[in-house]
């Protein structure tokens, strides 16, 4: 539900299933009779005509609110909006060239600057609690800071394939890695890192690859798809895509230069969504 962060809502999520799974009916017990009936519902889907089979997400329509100055030597590869005071946290990739920066979102001043290993592509980044996680591009791994200092403590192995984004529901961490799946982590009682699900993201009957950068906003992610102007919002739990945004007419973008990025904070604007991408000169606040 909407208003609920991830430990409000799993509970609510248990009972749900609870329920489910004591219902007083199911295709094995309840004979001939719901098999009938799933049986037509299946003849009724394939005769379908294939608009309604293969519903694809509604376009959303935005306006620009506001915008914000934005580092144009950062290739953004995280974004994330921390705290009442409105910092900025953003992982600035390529290899060599890597650095996390905490900085003031309304007139770009750097707070806080974190280095990253010379040979690490640094990749999404979220904050949990008191750590910071990095994911990394081709080095499968997550390197955790400390957030206050954004000094390094320790490396978790990502053997998932590459690196792309990250973020939380305030529980657990969700990735990408460039494909068509999100992966949810979760610490365990010894701080490592566990792969609790992956779900596969559709729109329609479409597989939706070249996840990138994500942000959560209860309950739903919103998700860039990477060299593109598209924005996906996305049901973390089934990998429905349900609503489409297009950027593109926000800003003038080429070669590497992708759109990536998505940030939010009810402390910021409860109705506001900020995106930038890689090597832009502003971030923008979308309505």
């Known amino acids: 539900p909407y208003g609920l962060d991830c430990r409000e809502q799993a509970p609510v999520w248990a009972m749900f299933v609870g329920a489910m799974e004591s219902r007083p009916w199911s295709l094995t017990s309840s004979g001939p009779l719901v098999l009938a009936v799933v049986a037509m519902l299946r003849l009724a889907l394939a005769q379908a005509p294939t608009e309604l089979r293969q519903l694809s997400s509604p376009l959303a329509t935005h306006v620009v609110a506001m915008d914000f100055p934005h580092e144009a030597n950062c290739f953004t590869e995280g974004l994330f909006l921390n705290g009442t005071d409105l910092d900025v946290f953003e992982s600035c990739g390529l290899t060599g060239r890597s650095y996390i920066r905490r900085y003031n979102l309304k007139d770009g001043t750097t707070r806080q600057r974190g280095d990253v290993p010379s040979d690490i592509f640094g990749e999404g980044l979220v904050v949990l609690g008191p750590k910071l996680f990095l994911l ?16 390094m403590v320790k490396r978790h192995p990502f053997p998932y394939g590459e690196g792309w984004g990250l973020t939380t529901d305030g529980c657990d961490l969700l990735a990408t890695t460039g494909s068509s799946f999100i992966y949810t982590l979760r610490l365990d009682a010894d701080g490592v890192l566990q792969l609790l699900r992956k779900v596969e993201v559709m729109d329609g009957s479409t597989v939706v690859r070249n996840l990138n950068e994500l942000e959560y906003v209860t ?33 003038s973008w080429n070669g590497g230069a992708t759109p990536n990025g998505i940030a939010y904070s009810s402390h910021f604007h409860e109705e506001l969504l900020i995106v930038t991408g890689k090597l832009w000169t502003k971030m923008f606040a979308l309505n």
């Open 136 to 151: 990394t591009y081709q080095k499968r791994q997550v390197l955790e800071y400390d957030a206050v200092s954004l000094t």
């Open 219 to 251: 309950p739903k992610l919103w998700v860039n798809q990477w060299y593109t102007n598209t924005i996906w919002r996305v049901d973390p739990l089934t990998g429905k895509c349900e609503l489409k945004l297009d950027i593109g007419s926000i800003y």
